[in-house]
């Protein structure tokens, strides 16, 4: 193996380095660049955990040959003149992020965004803390909730790269805040503003990324996490029981995932009378696909097609006020202490 080096530069200061890190988005969504997104993230197996050999088969005789077409699709729906909203409200948070930590944190500090999947990668991230003589870098992965399909995943990554370092910096890893009171504070904020704009709603729906059953069932805290923070958010906003739900959403293939499902339970309650309903997605820190067209779109029109007349989605906390105050506390709380 060849290894990094000289590491570090001497001749450049000290600093401290704050990894951002997310799940990532195509280069753009021509049907080429989605194929290769999706080659990479479905060849993980953090997320697909299903025999090697087998998986490929699949993965290349069938699912790159139909799926990328339908992605990209989708993606031409949310992308805009600056690019993948998830890649632009990432920079934007990381952006900001680092303004808040200039006035607060001792010492210089450089904060980096990365992306476990697609571009800027985390090695470009890594590499770039490295030439700015990052002594110490803590990681902090855009996932309240952890999975093993999600921040371990950023944490396997970060480990290989790693490997061809020849001078490894010391090495911090937050790997959840699901049920942090500052990301509670700022989920219910949002959305009581979002209530004092657009009006109140009979019923609100906290909506989570699913992940197959089976991972929960060999113990994966993903789903007991959601849970958690739905029910920090509901007491924070003082919800009865009838008046809030959890569901999960993006479930692909015929194993079953998370329950209950986001479209099936928008259709049921359209069905049964419920007509103003918000939705918001408390996983999700920036809007992205999942968000903008899964949710923004195609879930209200499950909603309205079956009896519902308003619906309205509640943007992710993004680079709001609150939600970067939370994030450069809860780095602040990681950070080491100068020595």
């Not at 290769?36 to 060849?43: D, I, K, P, V």
């Not at 992306?115 to 996932?143: C, D, F, H, Q, W």
């Not at 029910?231 to 692909?252: C, G, H, K, M, Y």
């Not at 079953?256 to 928008?266: F, G, N, S, V």
Request: charged share 20%.
């Amino acid at each position: 193996m060849k290894f990094h080096g000289p590491v570090p530069d001497n001749s450049t200061p000290p600093c401290t380095g704050i990894l951002i890190t997310n799940l990532g988005t195509p280069d753009s969504p021509a049907v080429a660049d989605v194929r290769s997104y999706l080659q990479e993230f479905l060849s993980d197996p953090r997320v697909v955990e299903v025999p090697r050999l087998l998986w490929w088969l699949v993965l290349h005789g069938v699912i790159l040959r139909i799926r990328p077409k339908r992605s990209a699709a989708a993606y031409r729906k949310v992308w805009t003149d600056r690019g993948s909203p998830l890649l632009t409200l990432s920079r934007a948070i990381a952006d900001a992020l680092q303004q808040t930590l200039d006035q607060r944190l001792d010492g210089p500090t450089k904060v980096v965004l990365a992306m476990r999947y697609g571009s800027p990668s985390i090695a470009e991230g890594l590499e770039t803390l490295r030439r700015a003589n990052a002594r110490r870098i803590l990681v902090l992965p855009l996932y309240p909730q952890y999975s093993a399909t999600t921040t371990a995943s950023t944490f396997d990554e970060i480990g290989r790269v790693l490997r061809g370092w020849r001078w490894l910096p010391e090495l911090r890893f937050i790997n959840h805040y699901h049920d942090a009171p500052g990301y509670i504070g700022a989920l219910a904020e949002s959305v009581t503003e979002f209530a004092r704009t657009h009006g109140a709603c009979e019923r609100l729906l906290l909506s989570f990324h699913g992940i197959p059953q089976s991972y929960a069932d060999q113990g994966d805290p993903y789903a007991a996490e959601c849970r958690a923070t739905a029910e920090r958010l509901a007491a924070a906003l003082a919800l009865s029981p009838d008046q809030w739900a959890i569901t999960f959403q993006s479930r692909v293939g015929r194993q079953a995932w998370l329950r209950p499902y986001t479209d099936e339970t928008l259709k049921q309650w359209g069905a049964n009378g419920i007509k103003r309903v918000h939705v918001l997605c408390p996983g999700f820190p920036a809007d992205c696909l999942e968000t903008l067209e899964e949710i923004g779109a195609e879930n209200r029109e499950y909603f309205l097609s079956a009896g519902g007349e308003e619906y309205h989605y509640i943007p992710a906390l993004n680079d709001r006020a609150a939600h970067i105050d939370f994030l450069a506390e809860l780095v602040r709380h990681h950070h080491w202490r100068n020595r």
